[in-house]
Antibody
Framework: QVQLVESGGGVVQPGRSLRLSCAAS????????MHWVRQAPGKGLEWVAV????????YYADSVKGRFTISRDNSKNTLYLQMNSLRAEDTAVYYC???????????????WGKGTTVTVSS | EIVMTQSPATLSVSPGERATLSCRAS??????LAWYQQKPGQAPRLLIY???TRATGIPARFSGSGSGTEFTLTISSLQSEDFAVYYC???????????FGQGTRLEIK
């Protein structure tokens, strides 16, 4: 079955960097667009970024544009989120999620990981 | 940016009764509207997409309706496992983005 396992979260000081990973299994990773979504403590969901199945296109939320970079390694079935210039407001659980459609993008989040927690604090 | 507004913030309903949750978009999203369920400590689960299509494995008691700017999620006969937070999500194609509503907490009355 589809499995997504995030890692790389932790406590980091403002202004520093962190890289999250999402290991995928149970499906053909290279056929699906992938998303990052975050949820601040006690708050709602915020979409962060998306990458096409082949890495050809990437889009970001305005709140992270220029600071975060989404990427993927289809040979390793792994999705990444490089987070630079971190701010307190980036504190959240970060989920990776698989898009609904293979070979394209439906912008629908069918399968989710359990999340990894990022805390930005001095 | 399209803003999604859900109402009410909290809905108290007894098991076995019907629950109706609303979601309004600040501009038309056509039928590009999805609903997710999130239970405490868990990741969200896709329930409905295309405003009214149930995702695989979602019970028939969940139904969605609406188009344009007004949408509704109806749970016909609440089961104990349905008490959770529900989010609507629009997926407008341009600019490419996803936005969520702030959520409706469905609690046991």
């Amino acid at each position: 079955q589809v499995q997504l396992v995030e890692s790389g979260g932790g406590v980091v000081q403002p202004g520093r960097s962190l890289r999250l990973s999402c290991a995928a299994s149970g499906f053909t990773f290279s056929s699906y667009g992938m998303h990052w979504v975050r949820q601040a403590p006690g708050k709602g969901l915020e979409w962060v970024a998306v990458i096409w199945y082949d890495g050809s296109n990437k889009y970001y939320a305005d709140s992270v544009k220029g600071r975060f970079t989404i990427s993927r390694d289809n040979s390793k079935n792994t999705l990444y989120l490089q987070m630079n210039s971190l701010r307190a407001e980036d504190t959240a659980v970060y989920y990776c999620a698989r898009d609904l459609a293979a070979g394209g993008l439906e912008w629908l989040l069918l399968n989710w990981g359990k999340g990894t927690t990022v805390t930005v604090s001095s | 940016e399209i803003v999604m507004t859900q109402s009410p913030a909290t809905l108290s309903v007894s098991p076995g009764e019907r629950a109706t949750l609303s979601c309004r978009a600040s501009q038309s999203v056509s039928s590009n509207l999805a609903w997710y369920q999130q239970k405490p400590g868990q990741a969200p689960r896709l329930l409905i997409y295309g405003a009214s299509t149930r995702a695989t494995g979602i019970p028939a008691r969940f139904s969605g309706s609406g188009s344009g700017t007004e949408f509704t999620l109806t749970i016909s006969s609440l089961q104990s496992e349905d008490f959770a937070v529900y989010y609507c999500q629009q997926y407008n194609n341009w600019p490419p983005s996803i936005t969520f509503g702030q959520g409706t907490r469905l609690e046991i009355k």
